[in-house]
């Protein structure tokens, strides 16, 4: 409560009308959020146990991912025209309770004992496929609730209960298949997914550019076309987009796949360990985000948010060289911390400077820049483990390179240092 009662100070001495945690709508799509976390961070991890654990199929593991990944990249923009036409609140409904539906579903396979590798791919595709929806009007949908001074203290607030929310969704998967079972985990992660849709079922959003009844696919593609060019207008943008492509390809897959894999192999851990690891990431998160909502950063936003992407990379080179579930936990922490921080600055610079009517298609085509190396990173990472390269090595080698490229972005790209003089 302490941290809810300073932000609702802070609003008020900033001079907004009132406080964020006075918008209904707000509330709404805060708690909605708060369960899509828990309910992605208890799927997720029990889905990387299971692949590595329960089928004993380690290189496989990035096969999967990049299942959910591909269809991500490639309907992303189409998703961004979608949460420009529709009402973000309606599609963000759709999609949550379609997933809930998806892992209720496969819930009732594995109790049969018939969930395989090739159930959990194609259940990754349809992930996949809906995320490509529900990204852009997520990340849309915040601007329309909240003024713009207010903006980056909702992310902060919104980040805040997203990142406690993958504090306890680990650790709750983890007692789940500590002492119970996958099932009692995937039906838990269903459960909370389909409360998210109700929520966001209530929220009062109108769309920025309703259908009309002309409209066809000639305009639907010249609408998609009206986002790629707008993005080509903003230097900062394209700068932003290309440091995500790197970031993503030497970072989420390396990471992403090699925690699990350090856990059982390097450490000899168990799903528990996996949950502390993980859960301490989304604590150094939540620091993080507390942090960014009390300093309000103002100035030099983009240099700041790449600083601590290169300083991330670096502790996840160290975290490749553990010999302890502690040391992990310290380092991750940090690495929660950073990640925060960038991610809170870099979308309210976004929202801030992008037309709202463009904003779907913005941030569908900013996710789609960033994520579309990710399906390549699982697939060389498998590839890498397939031949019998270590983990450790490859995230060493990859984080290390992360460091230095963004070094010389920072170093080179001159727009970064103009932004927030």
Known sequence: ?????????????????????????FLFIWLASTFTGLAFSIYLLTESWYVVQGLNMESWLGIVMMMTTIPRVLLMTVGGVVADRFKRSHILFIVNAIRGVFILWLFFIMMSGNLSIWFLIVFALGFGILD???????????????????????NSIMQTSNHFSFILGPAIAGVLLKFSSFQGAFLTSSILLLISAVLVINMKVNAVNPVKEDNDSSSFINEFKEGFNYVKGFPFLLAIMATSVVVNFF????????????????????????????????????????????????????????????????????????????????IISLAGLCLAVSNILMPTLIQEFVDEKMMGRVQSIMATASMGFTPLSYAFVSI???????ITFIMLISCTVLTLFVGVVLWKVKIIWSIDR
Request: glycine share 10%; no cysteine; charged share 10%.
């Open 1 to 25: 409560m302490s941290l809810v009662k300073a932000n609702v100070m802070q609003d008020v001495m900033e001079g907004g009308n009132e406080s964020v945690f006075r918008n209904r709508q």
């Open 132 to 154: 490509a929806f529900f990204w852009p009007s997520s990340n849309a949908i915040v601007p329309q609730l909240v003024k713009k001074n207010q903006l980056t203290r909702a």
């Open 251 to 330: 970072l989420v897959g390396p990471v992403t796949m090699g925690l699990p894999i350090i856990v059982k192999n390097s450490l000899s851990g168990s799903a528990l360990d996996l949950s502390f690891l993980e859960s301490s990431l989304a604590l150094g998160m939540v620091v993080g985000a507390i942090l960014t909502g009390i300093v309000n950063f103002k100035r030099k936003r983009p240099v700041i948010s790449l600083g601590v992407i290169g300083f991330l990379g670096g502790l996840m080179a160290l975290l490749s060289q553990i010999t302890s579930v502690w040391q992990g936990v310290v």
């Open 384 to 390: 890498l483990l397939s031949v019998g390269v270590n």
